[in-house]
Nanobody, 124 residues
């Protein structure tokens, strides 16, 4: 299984920005659908954004549309989540994940490979 390592989380104030990074083994990001999910205390894991194998299609949760952008660099085998205009409700552990192309991108069960997560805390 691909070993994914997230970084870039932290504590910020409402309105601030953060960029999360996910390091994957070589060639992983070019073979799989890559995604970000998040999980707040007491809540289920929630889809945030995904990007297709070829990088030609990106998907976002409606709650982050216009604020968060997923991107990737296949040469570096990295996936990024640029988060702007952060709000307290964005507070969660953010996870990077990889799924086989063609599996539903917004569904947790499509993803067999997960990172350990990085904490994002947004204060009001």
């Amino acid at each position: 299984q691909a070993q994914l390592v997230e970084s870039g989380g932290g504590m910020v104030q409402a309105g601030d920005s953060l960029r999360l990074s996910c390091a994957a083994p070589p060639r992983t990001t070019g073979w799989y659908t890559m995604a970000w999910f998040r999980q707040a205390p007491g809540k289920e894991r929630e889809f945030v954004a995904a990007i297709s194998q070829a990088g030609s299609r990106a998907y976002n949760n409606d709650s982050v549309k216009g604020r968060f952008t997923i991107s990737k660099d296949n040469a570096k085998s990295m996936v990024y989540l640029q988060m702007n205009s952060l709000q307290p409700e964005d507070t969660a552990v953010y996870y990077c994940a990889a799924a086989r192309p063609g599996d539903p991108a917004r569904v947790v069960s499509s993803y067999a490979n997960w990172g350990q997560g990085t904490q994002v805390t947004v204060s009001s």
